[in-house]
């Protein structure tokens, strides 16, 4: 089983128990209902998915107390930072079933069958009614994203006990010895942050010119102590890596805040611990310092609210700009031509928006986005759940109108999400009263297809595609194409392939 797959199969076991107790003890005895379907894991077909996912969301859904015992190697590999106690207090106030059909159809993204036929697996009678009931629930006013570190969520393996009594009085040998031998000895020290000149971005615009912001920026106790805590291991040696840059320390609400990068990597330190995160070097990217503040890059415009007013900033942070969704995801400010949002990353993701009557050109300046694009974005944002970081985010509205045979009035988004590695996904989703995943697409010459019930009841298979374009779908049969929308009846099981002509 993948990492991926394991951290999905973590987060539904997460959100699916009863909302009670604390966090930690939550995600713990989730990851131990994990571990322990281990049995037939190296099955990774998607059947052998299916059996797993059923195990672990039927033994979520009504868990033994005697999970509760024993939990220290799940405690001790807890990540740095836990889902936001919104989601979970508001999934608490549900039904197990209920929550079940929550979490897969609007945290996983699986379609209303998928969501059925598991439903079913878990013994549901009627499972309709749960889905129903799981469409009406308001999304939560989440400020965090709901998915884990993926680096850290990996299988447990606990020890026997034994081993462990042992090395813990071998420890104690060996510290008295030290205690007694090497009383002189120095502390290892962490190694010194680096900073750039205060000029050097007008040299040149990279990551390594952003300079050392922040009113502890020459605290170098504080710097020292935050430098420790990420390159220094638990026995004093230390980590291997690159050379440490110091990009804020600070107080923000009260609170001492060290921004520190080594490579793509950066970390967030806090008395109270240490985040680090994969975030590329986008040298423009505005940094996440928590609390809906921005370290914004030495060389940017002034930044400005959605509504075109100024936004404050203090030595390169900006005031508090957050999201105006319920997910806490979405548009947050405007810098210079482009527009900036928040997709759960450590960076914020410069935001486009297509229209449907954009047309292709060599060569798309950044532009703003205006409010039908704030709109759109403020919608997708709360469908879209990257697994890793986002540096760019294109949303292409390339088909809208109403749906045949009585259907609403619907728009087919082609999304694309680019990565700092330079890597690009690109995902369909058709938005419609009830919005629906429809697969990949290509955001060049943007094509989806998926099957829909008109009002009526009978089942369609539909397929769109972008201005200039024809929607082609092998595997359909007696299909009409009127305004680039392909309408063929009945209920197509079998697969579809859908192209752009």
């Known amino acids: 089983m993948t990492k991926m797959a394991y951290g999905d199969l973590v987060r539904m076991a997460y959100f699916v128990l009863p909302g009670k107790g604390r966090r930690v003890y939550r995600l713990a005895i989730a990851r131990r209902i994990v571990d322990g379907t281990a049995r037939g894991a190296r099955d990774r077909s998607p059947a052998g998915y299916a059996r797993r996912r059923t195990r672990v969301l039927r033994r979520a859904m ?5 999970l509760r015992i024993g939990l220290g190697p799940w405690l001790r590999a807890l990540p740095a930072q836990m889902p936001d106690p919104v989601l979970t207090a508001a999934l608490a106030k549900l039904d197990p079933d209920v929550r079940v059909a929550y979490v897969l159809r609007h945290m996983e993204g699986l379609p209303r069958y998928a969501v059925r036929d598991q439903l079913i697996e878990l013994r549901v009678r009627d499972p309709w009614p749960v889905i129903r009931a799981a469409d009406t629930v308001p999304p939560p006013s989440a400020r965090r994203p709901e998915r884990f570190e993926p680096a850290l969520m990996r299988p447990v393996r606990p020890r026997s006990v034994l081993p462990l009594v042992t090395a813990t009085a071998l420890t104690g040998v060996l510290g008295v010895a030290l205690v007694l031998t090497g009383r002189d000895e120095p502390p290892i020290a962490a190694p010194p942050l680096v900073s750039a000149a205060p000029d050097a971005w007008t040299r040149a615009r990279t990551l390594d010119a952003w300079p050392a912001r922040g009113d502890l920026a020459h605290d170098r106790t504080f710097t020292t102590r935050a430098a420790s805590a990420w390159t220094t291991g638990p026995d004093g040696s230390q980590r291997p890596g690159g050379t440490v840059r110091l990009l804020y320390a600070g107080r923000l609400d009260g609170v001492p805040v060290t921004l520190m990068r080594r490579g793509d990597r950066l970390a967030r330190y806090t008395p109270g611990g240490l985040d680090v995160t994969v975030a590329g070097t986008d040298p423009s990217a505005p940094i996440a310092l928590g609390g809906g503040r921005y370290l914004l890059a030495p060389w940017d415009a002034r930044p400005e609210t959605l509504a075109g007013a100024p936004l404050a900033t203090s030595d390169g942070v900006t005031a508090p700009a957050r999201a105006a969704t319920g997910c806490g995801r979405g548009p947050l400010f405007h810098l210079g031509a482009r527009t900036v949002g928040d997709l759960g990353g450590p960076r914020a993701a410069v935001l486009t928006y297509h229209s449907p009557a954009y047309r292709p050109a060599r060569t798309d300046p950044p532009a703003r ?6 709109k ?10 990257p697994s890793r970081p986002v ?6 509205n390339f088909w809208s109108g109403r749906l045949p045979h009585g259907g609403d009035h619907a728009d087919w988004v082609c999304t694309r999400l680019t990565h700092p590695t330079g890597a690009a996904t690109a995902r369909a989703t058709l938005l419609t009263d009830k919005d629906r995943a ?9 094509a989806s297809g998926t099957r829909w019930r008109a009002p009526s009841g009978r089942w369609y298979y539909l397929a769109a595609a972008g201005r200039g374009l024809v929607p082609h779908a092998e595997g359909v049969r007696r299909s009409t194409t009127s305004d680039r929308l392909l309408v063929a009846p009945g209920a197509r099981s079998a697969p579809v392939t859908v192209t752009a002509r």
Not at 391 to 396: G, K
């Open 391 to 396: 540096s760019a985010a294109l949303a292409w």
């Open 62 to 66: 009504s868990p033994s107390r005697r």
């Open 438 to 446: 429809t697969g990949p697409c290509d955001a060049r010459r943007p």
């Open 376 to 385: 759109f974005w403020n919608r997708l944002a709360c469908l879209t759940r």
């Open 369 to 374: 986005l205006g409010a039908e694009g704030q």
